[in-house]
């Protein structure tokens, strides 16, 4: 295969993508980072796009857009550029609709989401990913990068929907993160995790993704790989809402919440955990508050 593959940011999740890549003899993988601390030999970056084929832009969902500037116009027409940022930017795009709109006119791109967290990765455990894609030829390009790897990798048509269970997930487990930190127990967890998943169902369904999308890997198996892991910035926002009344955290699913809030609109009060999370962000409710109203709610259905 002899690919070469780019990796454009040096955080937690992008050395953990190299890691798990550069375990493999048929690939050269180039990590860049704007800050060369975290990767002390590196080209110029224009030298590094110009001859992957394979680029990832692990960059956090608000750093995204100046990060595909930058390498826009060093991309070979071929090269798939993927994405695995979760988040909603200023003028509320998602991931995938910020990659259609800032890379070139034909430029093949794909999104990355699933139960991935990056020290696990580290570890040599394995990891879980939907690749998202408009066309099954650019999943096909890019599943010989992860065979032989740890990373598990299976296909979704759903873009739209992926992009929008990353960003719901992340503010879930905000939510998660709270009902840990108050001690309610695996029960009260497990039936959050049964609500969510409901609300997040509806909402991919209400904003123009897929239903199903919520029950796969880039909604319930991330959600809970993120919700419960000590890893996890979004759980630690939850846990220092309940122990300080403000996060100290910054995170990807507080900062998606006004723009989600803005795409939901007046709707907002159909989604009971939701609307819980945002009262706790907002601080309109303590934590201990907006969850015992939740739990006084009668969750008697079940199916979306």
Partial sequence: MNKRVAIIGAGNFGQALAFVLRAKQDMTVEMWDKDPAKVPIQRELPAVIRYSSIVFVCVPSWALRSALESIRGDLTPEAVVISPAKGIDNERLTVD?????????GQPWALLSGPMIASEMLAGQLSFAALAAKEHLIFEEVRPVFSRTT????????????ALAGVLKNVYAVGLGAVEALGLGHNVQGSLVMQSCLEMAQILQRLGGHAETAWGLAGVADLVATGFSEHSRNCRVGKELVKFGKQQTESEGVSS????????????????????????????????????????????????
Wanted: no cysteine.
């Fill in 257 to 304: 919440l006004p723009h989600l809030k803005a795409l939901v609109g007046r709707h907002i009060d159909l989604y009971p955990v939701l609307a819980a999370i945002d009262a706790i962000v907002e601080g309109t409710a303590s934590a201990q508050e907006a969850i015992a109203k939740l739990l006084a709610v009668r969750y008697e259905r079940e199916k979306v």
């Fill in 151 to 162: 990373v598990r990798l299976a296909y979704s048509s759903d873009p739209h929907g992926v």
């Fill in 97 to 105: 609709q910020l990659l259609e709109v800032v890379l070139l006119m």
